[in-house]
């Protein structure tokens, strides 16, 4: 799975998880530029991205996270693992 | 010079109590920088200046807090990301005289006058800081606490907190426009410990991370984020073991949250605190022990009242009510408001003198056993008529968080068409089949939700609490069809 992949799943994700997603999901887009993208909705797609790819991020990756780019790019290193 | 400015002045002499050492200077150039904007703020203003801090979260929200607290200059937190509108309210209400914002500081520290210039004469009736509720109004209120109901606290903090020491690893959580920040003053300025200032914005990973990465012991905090904190979701991929101290306050700590403590934080010293801002932070305590006791119908004891702070449970009539009797909360003692700024209505609506004492009524609901342990079941305004009935929300949600799975509840009123109440449920939890039927079988009809919804988290406010706003909204919206 490419990272064009990965991302157009995330969005997905995303739309499952935030009602009337309305932002285009390009790789600079961060979770304030997106209205209902709070605490709640942020563990939410932390999970559902886990359970879609089978993979398990650790605390610190999940932590580091501040943009759909460095999200993708996370999620391609767990899936080439 | 006051104890409470002996204590700031004694512990900014060596002010090497801020964490994240790499990301903030030296004790050295901080003590130049406390000294550079204490002169700053003595220079421009006057005893009876009202100032409003407007700062980003970072070590100089705190200093400055303390150099207006040492010099006795009055000020409103004010969170510079807050919409400008908010802060438009404050300034029109409040009719503050200036704002010390990040600008002010580097200015302060660029232009630094040598010496240190006298501080202000201070006495312990006047004002020390003003913090703003919305209440459930929605418009804010200036909440004047003194310099004399400050040091009360301080002095019981320094007390009742003795376990806490230098050693301790301190993380400010709490937004300094919400006085559960003030706690966390209160234990830097007695029982100085190193703190750290999160900066995790809602995401939870990254509290989780600023925990585990910074080793930190104590966490004063809102009962909600330490809902999330202890969910397998977070638990499970955390280290934990460096926490000692949990101090809870602020909301309502849930059965559910206290049965999944016992489980991942025993051997933590869990504290639940209970006060209105009104009351100067906190005006009860307990330290949870996981004994019986401490939860009566799914409702967690917020303990005894602290120095000087006396509580009662009134009822219509302003007659104490006897052990288990629900009544209105009300609070008399050092630590009651001066009153709300420019607010002459609201002022005699709360504070009540009743036989030549003051007393401050708060709106909530609540017991207290045998042992003068208060229990706080709800608010007064969230009564509602329901099928003939007056029904508490707060009362179902404990008789639910009482039912075994649940973790989480919190009830709503929906007005339908016929302009009739109805009462929906949000749960969170364990065994959806058992919780139903146990609320089928054990709650009287009246009060029973005429549905009840199962989500996997809640939407919370900017303090951490419960959002039942949101909740409502997304009802109406269909979102749980």
């Given at each position: 799975m490419d990272k064009e992949d990965i991302l157009i799943t995330l969005y997905e994700i995303i739309s499952e998880v935030v009602d009337g997603l309305e932002t285009p999901l390009s790789r600079e887009v961060e979770a304030k530029d997106i209205n209902g993208w709070d605490s709640l909705a942020h563990i939410k797609i932390i999970v559902l991205t886990e359970k879609k790819f089978n993979i398990k991020f650790s605390l610190g990756e999940i932590a580091e996270i501040s943009n759909v780019g460095e999200f993708v790019d996370l999620i391609e290193v767990h899936l080439r693992d | 010079m006051d104890t409470l400015s002996l204590r700031i002045s004694k512990i900014l002499d060596s002010p090497d109590f801020f964490g994240n050492e790499s990301k903030i200077p030296s004790p050295e150039r901080i003590k130049n920088e406390y000294l550079s904007v204490r002169n700053y703020l003595i220079d421009r203003n006057s005893k009876d200046t009202l100032i409003a801090l407007s700062l980003d979260r970072d070590y100089r929200y705190i200093l400055v807090i303390l150099v207006c607290m040492e010099v006795g200059l009055a000020f409103i937190p004010l969170n510079s990301k807050y919409p400008e509108s908010y802060n438009k309210k404050i300034k029109k209400n409040a009719k503050f005289d200036a704002v010390f914002d990040n600008e002010s500081y580097e200015i302060a520290i660029k232009n630094s006058k040598r010496g240190k210039l006298a501080s202000f004469a201070k006495n312990n009736n006047d004002a020390l800081y003003i913090i703003f509720t919305s209440g459930s109004s929605g418009d804010p209120k200036g909440v004047i606490i003194t310099r004399g109901s400050f040091i009360n606290f301080v002095n019981w903090v320094e007390v009742f907190f003795s376990n806490i020491t230098s050693q301790d690893r301190l993380l400010n959580v709490a937004e300094f426009t919400f006085d559960m920040s003030f706690l966390d003053i209160a234990l830097l300025i007695t029982r100085k410990p190193t703190i750290f200032v999160s900066n995790f914005k809602g995401n939870i990973f990254k509290l989780a991370a600023e925990i585990e990465n910074n080793k930190i012991s104590t966490i004063a905090t809102v009962p909600n984020n330490l809902s999330f904190l202890a969910s397998e979701d977070i638990y499970d991929r955390a280290d934990f073991s460096s926490v000692r101290n949990l101090l809870l306050g602020g909301a309502r700590f849930s059965e559910g949250l206290y049965h999944l403590l016992s489980k991942n934080f025993r051997g933590t010293n869990i504290y639940n605190l209970y006060g209105p801002t009104e009351a100067t932070v906190y005006c009860t305590a307990k330290q949870i022990n996981f004994d019986s006791s401490e939860i009566i119908n799914g409702v967690v004891t917020v303990g005894q009242n602290i120095l000087n702070c006396a509580t009662f449970i009134f009822d219509d009539l302003n007659n104490t009510c006897k052990p288990y009797q629900k009544g209105e909360v009300f609070i008399s003692g050092h630590q009651i408001m001066k009153g709300y700024i420019n607010n002459p209505k609201k002022n005699s609506e709360s504070l009540q003198k009743i036989n030549n004492v003051t007393y401050y009524k708060t709106g909530d609901i609540g017991f207290k056993d045998t042992n003068d342990n208060l229990f706080i079941t709800g608010r007064m305004d969230d009564t509602i008529k329901a099928a003939g009935y007056r029904v508490n929300l707060s009362d179902i949600d404990s008789y639910i968080s009482s039912i075994s799975g649940v973790i989480e509840v919190a009830s709503i009123a929906i007005e339908d068409q016929d302009e009739e109440n109805r009462v929906i449920c949000f749960i969170r939890g364990h065994d959806k089949g058992k919780i139903l039927n146990k609320i089928d079988s054990t709650l009287p009809k009246h009060i029973s939700p005429k549905k009840v919804i199962f989500i996997e988290y809640f939407p919370l406010t900017k303090?951490?609490?419960?959002?039942k706003k949101i909740l409502k909204e997304n009802f109406s919206n269909g979102e749980y069809e």
């Open positions: - | 303090s951490g609490k419960i959002a």
